[in-house]
């Protein structure tokens, strides 16, 4: 089995602060999966970048890279920046499998929750 690390991806933004929440989801995976590797990434704005994240982690003997979009959905960065800078990666490191997850904000549970949160603020 390869050595695997996960790469939460988030956009980015010029606030620093608007990278909390997903500070906060890396450092809740961390705490549940102690024994995998869990990286937080962006794609502007904001560091580390994609490909230094990844390249720490290839430095570090990881053979397999999951990058799970911290996305509502699946917009043109997804559709088109996403997979050329990983394009990237695997030509410049054939011997690493990447891949791409869905957007987070596309996955039931996520939606659910959403939902859930919606009805309680109006539901009091």
């Known amino acids: ?32 999966a102690p024994d995998r590797r869990v990286e937080l990434a962006f794609l502007e704005f904001m ?38 800078l990983l394009d990237e990666l695997r030509r410049c490191h054939p011997q690493v499998q990447f891949e791409l997850g869905a957007a987070v904000g596309e996955a039931d549970s996520v939606v659910q929750a959403m939902a859930r949160h919606a009805l309680a603020l109006v539901e009091g």
């Open 47 to 84: 560091t580390p970048e994609l490909r230094e994240c990844a390249e720490l982690l290839l430095g570090e003997g990881f053979e397999r890279i999951v990058v799970l979009p911290m996305f509502i959905a699946r917009g043109g960065h997804l559709k088109r920046d996403v997979p050329l």
């Open 1 to 32: 089995m390869p050595k695997t690390a996960l790469i939460l991806f988030a956009h980015g933004a010029r606030d620093p602060d608007w990278a909390e929440p997903m500070r906060r989801v890396c450092a809740f995976v961390r705490e549940q």
